[in-house]
């Protein structure tokens, strides 16, 4: 590999780095990214909504249909001043590329187009489809972004074979960790009725945060399932309880409760609802609950993406990788409802939201080598 194509995925990085596209704004990314996978002979359609920009290109007609998936958008960069060089003026300093997005995701898009750029010179009659799924919408609310393009394809009954979605997944260096699965995120607002009153006469008033008090606690010690190999037993958290009048004197005739799951592939959400529901009706609460599931578990077991990636992994940087469902919610809780393997894996994360986040200077291109070997081990050429 000559100077100049080891350059490609640092130079199309900086790129992408320098276009401030605080979420939802794109600033053009999507349009970068498709003026370089033009000339590949990709098909390109453009499913953008309320403000998001959304891009759905392939290239080929044939199964399998191997996709990378991600985003162009950013979290703000906080404190200006706090930077040593500008966020969105792409900065080396020592052995690290600094910036906003520089690891969350922007290498990853730029590894995605070198990696393609390459396997599609190599094999221009490679076997199956490439694809790319990219969006304006996933550090923001995610309403608009990869959940629409999904509902689009599903709606056209195109299904995917593989995914691997650009997140930073490693930890300790490059290859470390991938993501295989990603637990779900169920939240509750409940709120428990009571009777305002006076606290020199509590038998004309009725405490909610008495009457829920044994309710939190059998709560707080259900043991909810057991996990299984790839995830941990499901939780419960309270985040927030509110209650009050203002005043110390008062008996407040409200109390709320704000609670999350983060569960396990082993339970539903409905089944954990249902059990909840269980708990407070057996304490006799009058309550209202309203539920937000944000995210559904999904899970990739040891198929041939994983295979795939790991052997790549190791083959370009000599890791042996571990899988992992560590962590919050990505877009692959998405795509996984029309594709059969999803995975994560991406750049160190150790700086991903923070101020001067970056990323290792000899990660980059090897991240564009790993992509385009598991290109390369999922797309057996047809004929060369």
Not at 74 to 81: I, M, N, Y
Not at 208 to 231: S, Y
Request: hydrophobic content about 40%; proline content about 6%; overall charge negative.
């Amino acid at each position: 590999m000559n100077q100049e194509t080891r350059r490609a995925t640092f130079d199309l990085a900086c790129e992408l780095i320098s276009r401030p596209s605080v979420t939802p704004d794109d600033r053009g990314c999507l349009d970068l990214i498709a003026a370089r996978l033009a000339p590949l002979g990709f098909r390109f359609e453009r499913i953008d909504v309320a403000g998001v920009c959304n891009l759905w290109a392939r290239r080929g007609d044939g199964a399998p249909v191997l996709v990378f998936a991600g985003h162009t958008d950013v979290v703000p960069p906080g404190p200006l001043d706090a930077w040593d060089s500008p966020p969105f003026e792409p900065t080396v300093r020592g052995d690290q590329l600094f910036g906003r997005g520089a690891a969350d995701m922007k290498t990853s898009l730029a590894a995605f187009v070198t990696a393609i750029e390459r396997f599609v010179a190599t094999h221009p009659d490679h076997g199956g489809s490439i694809a790319l799924l990219l969006t304006s919408d996933e550090e923001g609310v995610a309403t608009h972004g990869t959940v629409k393009v999904v509902e689009a394809l599903g709606a056209r009954g195109e299904r995917l074979d593989y995914c691997i979605v650009g997140e930073p997944t490693s930890v300790g260096m490059l290859g470390d960790t991938i993501k295989n699965g990603r637990r779900g995120s169920l939240s509750g607002t409940l709120r428990v009725k009571g009777i305002q009153g006076h606290v020199a006469y509590p038998q004309l008033a009725r405490n909610p945060i008495h009457d829920l008090a044994p309710a939190l606690a059998e709560l707080t010690t259900i043991r909810w399932d057991d996990g299984n190999e790839f995830f941990p037993p499901t939780t419960w958290q309270v985040s927030n309880i509110h209650a009050g009048a203002g005043a110390n004197n008062v008996i407040p005739g409200l109390c709320e409760v704000l609670f999350n799951f983060r569960f396990a592939s082993v339970s539903s959400a409905d089944d954990l609802k249902r059990r909840t529901h269980e708990v407070l009706d057996r304490h006799g609460l009058d309550y209202e609950l309203d539920w937000h599931l944000s995210g559904k578990p999904f899970l990739t077991g040891r198929g041939k993406l994983v295979a795939a990636l790991s052997d790549a992994i190791r083959d370009t940087v000599g890791v042996d990788t571990e899988l992992s469902t560590s962590g919050g919610t990505s877009d692959g809780r998405f795509i996984a409802d029309i594709c059969t393997e999803v995975v994560e894996f991406g750049p160190v994360n150790a700086t991903i939201h923070k101020v001067n986040e970056c990323v290792a200077l000899d990660a980059i291109e090897p991240l564009s080598v790993i992509y385009e070997r598991a290109l390369a081990a999922l797309l057996s050429p047809s004929r060369d």
